[in-house]
């Protein structure tokens, strides 16, 4: 890479990781700000060609790196993700996430700044986890996440949470309709369709909601036969009332 990166986005297709990345150039100007999309090759149509939309949006360069896929991922583990067990998040966004810095961090032979997308009020846990971090203060990758290895702040790697105050409504508020269409369609959140360690109600209205979501109701249940075990946690398939609950990982739901 020949310019020299000031701010690395993590973009997942999402309007928190959307926004972040338009905070990001506003203060860095496009040409020192990248974006990083992890592709879990798990993820709607309508994200890919989010993606691509905001390249020309914004005249910004945004790489994608992949290390697999979640049903691969599923496969080796004997598997499905659950809120407590994320391997597919350890081994396609962070790990990726932290090999792609550390090798820029390397190539240019400087350190750079990680925005990442994550909101406070998305969970009593992130308000919990993280209810000392302050928006504009920069912190080492493993403070902010535990997985992320102590070398990278030694290699000038620093993460920071520019929008960890705002509201939902801030972030649309800054977007308008630069949005991922997938909100107009209903669906609250993007990333893999549907993220597997979520809700079952949740994953029950993603492989409802068109085509491509009965596309992925199908490759799962390919994989659910050949482990012995459903995706659904609810032994009823999923229940609307108590499981509705979303994926709230926010490495993955950006
Ligand atoms: S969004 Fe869900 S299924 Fe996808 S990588 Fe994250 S935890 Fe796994």
């Known amino acids: 890479m020949s310019?020299?990166?000031?701010?690395?986005?993590?973009?997942?297709?999402?309007?928190?990781?959307?926004?972040?990345l338009e905070l990001a150039i506003e203060k860095f100007g496009s040409d020192s700000v990248i974006g990083?999309?992890?592709?879990?090759?798990f993820e709607h149509p309508l994200t890919y060609e989010h993606i691509e939309k905001m390249k020309?949006?914004?005249?910004?360069?945004?790489?994608t790196r992949s290390d697999g896929d979640v049903l691969s991922e599923c496969r080796k583990r004997k598997r499905f993700p659950s809120d407590n067990v994320r391997f597919c998040t350890n081994h396609l966004k962070i790990r990726v996430t932290k090999n792609f810095c550390a090798w820029l961090a390397k190539n240019q032979g400087d350190g750079f700044e990680v925005w990442y997308g994550m909101r406070r009020k998305e969970s009593h846990g992130r308000a919990k986890r993280y209810e000392h971090t302050i928006d504009d203060e920069l912190y080492p990758p493993h403070i902010i996440l535990a997985n992320y290895p102590k070398y990278l702040e030694k290699m000038g790697v620093m993460f920071r949470l520019p929008i960890c105050?705002?509201?939902?409504?801030?972030?649309?508020?800054?977007?308008?309709?630069?949005?991922n269409p997938l909100y107009s369609k209903g669906f609250d959140r993007v990333g893999c369709f549907p993220c597997l360690a979520g809700g079952d109600g949740f994953k029950d209205i993603a492989f409802n909601l068109d085509d491509f979501?009965?596309?992925?109701?199908?490759?799962?249940?390919?994989?659910?036969?050949?482990?012995?075990?459903?995706?659904?946690?609810?032994?009823?398939?999923?229940q609307k009332d108590n499981e509705n609950q979303l994926s709230l990982c926010f490495v993955c739901q950006i």
Request: charged share 35%.
């Open 213 to 238: 979501g009965r596309e992925q109701r199908e490759r799962v249940r390919v994989v659910e036969k050949e482990l012995g075990k459903s995706v659904f946690t609810s032994k009823r398939g999923y």
């Open 165 to 179: 105050d705002w509201h939902e409504r801030d972030v649309y508020e800054k977007l308008g309709d630069k949005v």
């Open 56 to 63: 020309g949006m914004y005249g910004v360069e945004i790489i």
């Open 36 to 41: 990083l999309f992890c592709d879990t090759q």
């Open 3 to 20: 310019k020299i990166v000031k701010c690395l986005v993590p973009v997942s297709g999402g309007k928190d990781s959307q926004v972040c």
